[in-house]
Nanobody, 117 residues
Framework: QVQLVESGGGLVQPGGSLRLSCAVS????????MGWYRQAPGKQREFVAQ???????NSADSVKGRFTISRDNARNTVYLQMNNLKPEDTAVYYC???????????WGQGTQVTVSS
């Protein structure tokens, strides 16, 4: 079973920065499509950013220019660098891994990000 463990969440003031990390178990990390999603209280989970094995990325319009997704295949880890954070970024952030051929999807337990003064 693939396990994903997020870390790096916390409380930050508006305009601040955080870097989330997601460590993935197993030997297939380099081929997974890795993504970050978030869920605010009372709202549905939404897409934040994605990175495929080649390093090509995609992100939601709401975070473009502020958030950057990256991956380190040697460390089996995906990152989400979040800059210029806004109160509306407050949510639980989840890491996601998808096998591109089989379609199996795996989720982490989530990490809380709170943006407040």
């Amino acid at each position: 079973q693939v396990q994903l463990v997020e870390s790096g969440g916390g409380l930050v003031q508006p305009g601040g920065s955080l870097r989330l990390s997601c460590a993935v178990s197993g030997s297939l990390f380099s081929i997974y499509v890795m993504g970050w999603y978030r869920q605010a209280p009372g709202k549905q989970r939404e897409f934040v950013a994605q990175i495929i094995s080649s390093g090509i990325t995609n992100s939601a319009d709401s975070v473009k220019g502020r958030f950057t997704i990256s991956r380190d295949n040697a460390r089996n880890t995906v990152y989400l660098q979040m800059n210029n954070l806004k109160p509306e970024d407050t949510a639980v952030y989840y890491c996601n891994a998808v096998h591109p051929a089989i379609g199996n999807a795996y989720w982490g337990q989530g990490t809380q990000v709170t943006v407040s003064s």
